[in-house]
C-alpha cells in the first residue's frame, strides 16, 4: 500500500471490503449457515434466488461530537442506476450502508453512500450472476486521479483477495465515459467510474456471463 494519503485511502477501502451486505444461505457443502457477504467480495452460492431486500428508510449514524461530519446513508445515489439489471431488480441495502458510513476511517473522504446487489436465479451447482454497486458521493476537492487510481487498486485487491488475486486492468469508454475494469483470477471482475457533474464514484463487482456488475456501469442514467 502507498505511504501518505494512500495509505489511509487503502484502511477506507479496506472499511468497504469488509463490511457486510444482508445475510444469505450456502447452497452447497456440509453446513447451510448464513454467511455475511462484504461488500467487496465474492458471494458463497446462494440457497435463495431472491436478492437481498431493502431494509428500508435511510440510517444516518450519529455524528461524533468533533472530527469531519458523519457519512449520510443517501438512498436517492441509487437513482443514478438502472433499476434493473437483465430483469433481475437491483436492490438497495440500507443496513449495509449505515455499517460501513460509522466507520471513522471513511469520514474525510466520503459525503454520502448506497450499496445495492442483484442475484439472478442460480442453476444447480454453479454461482449465479451477481452484482454489488458502492455509490459514493465524495467530500469537495478529494477527487483528483491519484485518489481515484488508489481507490480502484485498493478496491480491486480487497475483491480479488478472495477470487485468486488481481490478474488484469483494462479500460473501456461507456456512454463517453471511462471505466475501468479489474479482473480477478477467479474470474470475477470489477468496474470503476466516475461521474464529475454528481462527484460520484461508482464500483460495481460481479460473477457470471451476464456481466451484471458492467450492465449497471453502462445503464447509469446520468
Request: hydrophobic share 45%; aromatic share 4%.
Amino acid at each position: 500500500m502507498r505511504r501518505g494519503r494512500a495509505a489511509g485511502h487503502g484502511r477506507l477501502i479496506a472499511s468497504i471490503a469488509l463490511a457486510g451486505l444482508a445475510a444469505i444461505a450456502v447452497a452447497c457443502g456440509p453446513a447451510t449457515a448464513s454467511v455475511r457477504v462484504p461488500v467487496a467480495t465474492i458471494p458463497q452460492l446462494a440457497s435463495s434466488t431472491a436478492a437481498p431486500p431493502a431494509s428500508g428508510a435511510a440510517v444516518s449514524p450519529t455524528p461524533e461530537p468533533t472530527g469531519a461530519p458523519a457519512i449520510a446513508v443517501d438512498p436517492s445515489l441509487l437513482t443514478l442506476l438502472p433499476g434493473d439489471v437483465a430483469g433481475i431488480t437491483l436492490q438497495p441495502d440500507a443496513e449495509t450502508a449505515a455499517e460501513i458510513a460509522t466507520d471513522p476511517s471513511l469520514k474525510a473522504a466520503l459525503q454520502s453512500i448506497a450499496v445495492a446487489a442483484a442475484f439472478a436465479p442460480q442453476a444447480s451447482g454453479t454461482l449465479a450472476d451477481y452484482a454489488v454497486a458502492t455509490v459514493v458521493r465524495l467530500r469537495p476537492g478529494v477527487f483528483d486521479d491519484a485518489w481515484f487510481r488508489d481507490w480502484r487498486d485498493s478496491f480491486d485487491e480487497g475483491v480479488c483477495g478472495q477470487a485468486g488475486g488481481v490478474s488484469g486492468h483494462a479500460e473501456a469508454t461507456m456512454d463517453g465515459r471511462p471505466v475501468f475494469i479489474g479482473t480477478c483470477a477467479g474470474d470475477v471482475h470489477t468496474w470503476h467510474v466516475y461521474l464529475p457533474r454528481e462527484d460520484v464514484v461508482v464500483s460495481t463487482q460481479g460473477i457470471g456471463n451476464g456481466r451484471f456488475g458492467e450492465r449497471i456501469i453502462d445503464g447509469i442514467t446520468q
